[in-house]
Structure formats: structure tokens, C-alpha cells
């Protein structure tokens, strides 16, 4: 009697088992993570070069999710789709709009949660610069956004990814570079910065930077601060729908994308990202400008804004048509008004 309850034990444990991802230790401090029903592989690493606590993790994440009632009050776009929509298994923005160079640029938010704002401004730069066919290549000025928009958030602690799009509608977003290359009306002040132990930027301060104070004047006296804006005809949510977000951006430009983050995320260095452990941390925003597939598994291309030293070079490639971490729930996009340029 006890022989047989031991080995039924031993089968639901094993039952169990299949049901989560399966991993795999590897070379210096590696983990690879086995999607068990799709096929999705990425691995992690746990040595000393990431994450070492979680207060420096929840720095990062400053992305509120909107509710369905708020979202309801935006238009959402609708692309038509038919059988003859034959939307190709690999898409890449530079690709076809590679006269815009912004699109493959890695931001840094360093130590401020204003990861709703920085995917925004970076989608926003790459469309301005696809609606208007290349002639306006300048980047926008997430602390414009960042320090400006009082609906949007609470700045570096966080805001609403969507009401950043409402906001370079109604008031505009004025031009700006970074703390190393300085640029346009409103540089962003804070430099870029090793996230974990060791880089090739100083580390990161323990706690978040304060949010800039909003003023309506440029860096440079030269600058116009009014005339140096930027703006949306339109802001719109996308269809939680996989085929309409990939004819979105293949028709639009890149979009602003805000998810789940767990415990795992992080942890990412390469290959196709799933959940794989860990308890829900908060929700960050990043940006989507492409899609593609590696031994038949489809990926969303994400460009994040941890610097060039995460991940794959600064992108990771998301588990796509899934709504994995429910990065396909909560998408924002806006056209470029070409009569404010």
C-alpha cells in the first residue's frame, strides 16, 4: 500500500512538473528556459552582471496599466484584414524605413521609472520621422514629456503609457537628446548607467532620480521652446489582435507596448522570451518594431531601454500571438501632424 501511494506521488509530481518550463543549467551562470508546449527558448543569467536586488529591478518599472473603461474613451484603430492579407513571417522597421536610424537607437532610462515616457518619445521619433518621409530626423525629448505631462503620471514613479500619445496630441512634445549627446530643446538629464554589477557606465545610484521640473523653456536660448514642438493628429489604441498589431506597425511605424514584468524578466539575455518564474513585480513599457520567427516560433523584435548592455543588445524578442505577460493587451500608437513640423 505504501509502495503504490509512493509511486502515485511520484506521478503527479512528475504531471506537475510538465506543466512549467522546463530549464537547464549551462556554461558560466547560465539558464535556459524551455517553452513546454510552444517551443520558445531563452536564457538567463544569474551571475553577478544583473539585477542583484529588487529595489533596483522596481526602479525600472513605471508602467500603469490603463482599465478597459479608460481605454474605451481612445479610438482604436482597425487595419482591414482579409484572406489576401499575406503578412510576411519576418518584418523589421529599419528595414523598410532605413533612412530612420532612431529606430534602432537603445535608450536609457537609468534610475528613474520613466520607461512609459522613453518608449513613447522613441516611438513618437521614429514616426515622425517615417510620416514625413525622412525629412525630420530629430529626436524628442522624453523629459519634455516626462516633467510636462501632469495627466500622464507621476514621473519618474511611474505613469500611463497611452496618456503620454493624448498628451503629443493635445500640448506637443519639443525635441531633445541625452545627458551624453546633447541635443534639441531638452536634453534628458540623466546619464546612462550600469543596472547591474558590472558595465561600462558608472553604476546606478541606489534610489530613483527626482522627476525634472517642468519648464517651458529649451536648454539653449536659441531654441524656441512653442515653435520647437512636435505633434499627434491622431491617438489611438491597437486591437489586442496579433495581425492587427503587425499591420499596424508595418504600415505606421513602431508602437509603445506596456506588459507584465515578473521576477524573470530581467534576468533575460538571449533567445525568445517567456514567463518562466517568479512573482509579478509591476509594468513596464517598451517598444515593438518588428516580428519574426526562429524554429517556428513567432517573437515580437522589443526594443528596451536598459542600454545596450541587457539583453540582446539592448532588444529582446517576446513570445508572439500568445499574450505572453500581456504585452499584446495594452498597445498605443499616434499619427504624426506634418503641419506642426
Known amino acids: 500500500m505504501g509502495v503504490k501511494f509512493r509511486m502515485n506521488q511520484l506521478l503527479i509530481l512528475s504531471l506537475l512538473l510538465n506543466l512549467f518550463a522546463s530549464s537547464k543549467s549551462t556554461e558560466n551562470d547560465f539558464t535556459e528556459y524551455t517553452h513546454p508546449k510552444y517551443g520558445a527558448k531563452w536564457r538567463a543569467s544569474h551571475s553577478n552582471r544583473r539585477f542583484r536586488t529588487a529595489n533596483e529591478v522596481d526602479g525600472l518599472l513605471g508602467a500603469r496599466h490603463e482599465s478597459a473603461e479608460e481605454r474605451a474613451r481612445r479610438p482604436t484603430i482597425h487595419h482591414p484584414l482579409s484572406a489576401n492579407n499575406e503578412l510576411p513571417v519576418t518584418f523589421n522597421a529599419i528595414d523598410k524605413w532605413y533612412w530612420c536610424k532612431s529606430i534602432t537607437r537603445i535608450r ?23 510620416h514625413s518621409n525622412g525629412k525630420y530626423r530629430k529626436r524628442l525629448s522624453e523629459t519634455d514629456l516626462l516633467a510636462c505631462c501632469k495627466t500622464c503620471g507621476d514621473g519618474c514613479n ?10 503629443w496630441k493635445s500640448d506637443g512634445v519639443v525635441t531633445g537628446g541625452s545627458r551624453e549627446a546633447k541635443e534639441g530643446c531638452k536634453s534628458y538629464p540623466f546619464p546612462r548607467c550600469t543596472h547591474y554589477g558590472e558595465g561600462k557606465y558608472k553604476k546606478c545610484p541606489a534610489e530613483r532620480y527626482p522627476t525634472p521640473i517642468c519648464i517651458n523653456l529649451c536648454d539653449s536660448d536659441a531654441i524656441d521652446y512653442e515653435k520647437d514642438k512636435t505633434r499627434a493628429n491622431s491617438s489611438y489604441n491597437v486591437p489586442a489582435n496579433e495581425k492587427q498589431i503587425m499591420m499596424e506597425i508595418m504600415t505606421n511605424g513602431p508602437v509603445e ?49 536598459w542600454n545596450e548592455g541587457w539583453g540582446e543588445n539592448g532588444f529582446v524578442r517576446f513570445l508572439r500571438g500568445m499574450d505572453e505577460c500581456r504585452i499584446e493587451s495594452e498597445i498605443t500608437a499616434g499619427m504624426t501632424d506634418l503641419d506642426a513640423l
Not at 521609472?113 to 520621422?129: I, L, N, Y
Not at 511611474?158 to 498628451?167: K, V
Not at 514584468?261 to 518564474?277: K, L, Q, R
Open 108 to 130: 536609457d532610462q537609468s534610475k528613474c521609472g520613466s520607461c512609459w515616457a522613453v518608449a513613447a518619445v522613441e516611438a513618437m521619433t521614429d514616426r515622425v520621422c517615417i
Open 158 to 167: 511611474g505613469g500611463w503609457p497611452a496618456r503620454a500619445w493624448d498628451f
Open 257 to 305: 507596448a506596456a506588459f507584465d514584468v515578473y521576477e524573470d524578466f530581467p534576468t533575460y539575455t538571449s533567445g525568445i522570451y517567456f514567463h518562466a518564474w517568479g512573482e509579478l513585480k509591476s509594468g513596464h513599457a517598451v517598444k515593438i518594431v518588428g516580428w519574426g520567427e526562429e524554429d517556428g516560433v513567432p517573437y515580437w523584435l522589443v526594443a528596451n531601454s
